[in-house]
């Protein structure tokens, strides 16, 4: 699907899937070992029905990425969660993320889903405010025990 002369689709393979990790691991630092970030999308994908979604530019080069599984709650019904989501660094605030978030917010709707979900931490102050404009709204705390 083209959008704004950016091309978005869905990454399914193992060679898409490998070429988003340099771009995953800007939001994802701690991840340091490609194979390992291979071998749990695929399981993701397995288990939960993990996807990946790219915004590509004339190129064919990856500037923005969002991982997002579909699911169902009794306190949200069917919803779309977004687990990552990140632009490249030397192309933010082009409008990519926004890209990103309408096709996100069209595929949940296509899956018969009634809301979009994503959380985002704390210290991220530029991103609230990017969601914010987005229309996304913060409802709740997220509240977390490591065990």
Known sequence: MLRDGFTVR??????????????????RPNQSDEGGYLQQVERLQQITGYNLVGAFDSNGQLLGLAGFVCSEMLSRGSYLYVD???IDEGHRSQGIGRILISWLRAHARNLGCS???LDCSNHRL?????Y??????????HFVLDI
């Open 10 to 27: 869905l990454l399914h393979d193992l060679d898409d899937i490998r070429m988003s990790w340099p771009l995953m691991q800007q939001l």
């Open 84 to 86: 990552d989501l990140v």
């Open 115 to 117: 809301s979009l979900h």
């Open 126 to 130: 530029d991103s609230h405010r990017f």
């Open 132 to 141: 914010r404009r987005e229309g996304l709204e913060d409802r709740s705390l």
